[in-house]
């Protein structure tokens, strides 16, 4: 018999949330302990006030999940560099990625990296979304053109596996992002819904190929995109497709690690699905994570939503418990929290 509680706490482990402000509130606290969350995500709103400031924020956010919920929290940025840097000086001001891929070889990218990942552990922050995979192969497509390593799938992959390497020499956990592959889009998911209309071969060959090594190189997560694939799926866009989540990346490519959604709140979304039946609709196509990442009138409604789809059998227990496994091995390779620090 599975408890009130023990089900909060299986369905709340899915959402990863935004916090409002740089200071913890009673208005943080009470979401934390409503939600029950499986993590956090920090953005400039988050992060003002410093190095001493951030770890502040944090050590209060894992400290009610170690004394509430027994376990630590995941704690997410975009510290990719360039135009998605989340973290001002005195935190490292991070090249682009495609100033890297110009300037830097792969080894001077893991250093570059490593220093990151050193900054990030030493306030608190265990995962950082990035590396960016998603490749740029029309000049057209500019809307990841500074965020992208550039056209060539090897030395995408190869820069990938610096990222990955440079954090982990400090503890913390990557996210390769946005499966399968949005370089290519002409729309801006954060507003409207994307298409991306290449075979299926090309895509994994070229799009795919640095997810694969990513994969292999032990990436602890993988990001969804917020666009159609019509090769994998004519009905569903990546985040909610189980074509993709599952029989693609799950099953063809073997990936054993967390697969995160992107921002639900993105106009790709919003615009188109309700955010209840959008994040049982992810959960149901494979999705480990969801991520919500500022209104906690929509990170309620999407818990609400899950819960209700677990009672009405649209969501089964192991579904559940198949992610909470795979989040307690994450866990483990946390480092300890330490909220007196």
């Known amino acids: 018999m599975t408890t009130d509680k023990e089900i909060l706490e299986l369905v709340g482990r899915m959402l990863m949330i935004g916090l409002n402000g740089e200071n913890f509130s009673r208005e943080t606290r009470e979401l934390l302990l409503d939600v029950r969350p499986g993590g956090i995500i920090l953005f400039k709103r988050n992060v003002g006030g410093g190095p001493a400031q951030v770890a502040s924020l944090i050590n209060s956010c894992q400290e009610i999940s170690m004394n509430e919920f027994g376990r630590p929290l995941l704690t997410a940025i975009d510290q990719e560099g360039g135009p998605v840097r989340r973290l001002d000086p005195p935190f490292s001001v991070l090249p682009s990625q495609r100033e890297m891929a110009e300037k830097l070889d792969q080894d001077e990218v893991r250093v570059l990296s490593s220093k990151s990942g050193r900054e990030l552990a030493a306030v608190g922050i265990n995962l950082n979304l990035a590396p960016v995979l998603d490749m740029l192969t029309e000049e057209q497509a500019t809307f990841m053109a500074e965020r992208s390593f550039g056209p060539d799938p090897e030395v995408t992959a190869k820069l990938g596996e610096a990222v990955i390497d440079g954090h982990a020499e400090h503890g ?48 602890a997560g993988v990001m969804t995109a917020h666009v159609n694939f019509t090769a994998f799926d004519s009905d569903w866009p990546g985040t909610l497709s189980r074509k993709i989540l599952t029989e693609l990346l799950r099953d063809e490519l073997g990936f054993a690690g967390l697969i995160l959604t992107d921002d639900m709140e993105m ?68 480092p300890e929290p330490d909220p007196a620090s």
Not at 282 to 301: T, W
């Open 172 to 219: 913390v956990l990557t996210c390769a992002k946005h499966f399968p592959g949005i370089g290519d889009v002409h729309q801006d998911p954060h507003r409207e819904l994307p298409t991306v209309s290449q075979p299926a071969e090309r895509l994994r060959d070229v799009e795919i190929l640095p997810f694969r090594r990513a994969i292999e190189h032990g990436v």
């Open 267 to 334: 106009g790709a979304v919003t615009e188109n699905y309700q955010i209840g039946p959008a994040a049982v609709r992810a959960v149901r196509a494979g999705a480990d994570i969801i991520l919500i990442c500022h209104r906690a009138d929509r990170i309620r409604e999407a818990r609400e939503a899950l819960l209700e789809a677990f009672r009405s059998g649209q969501i089964g227990k192991k579904r559940l418990e198949a992610t909470s496994a795979r989040l307690d091995k994450i866990y483990k390779k946390l």
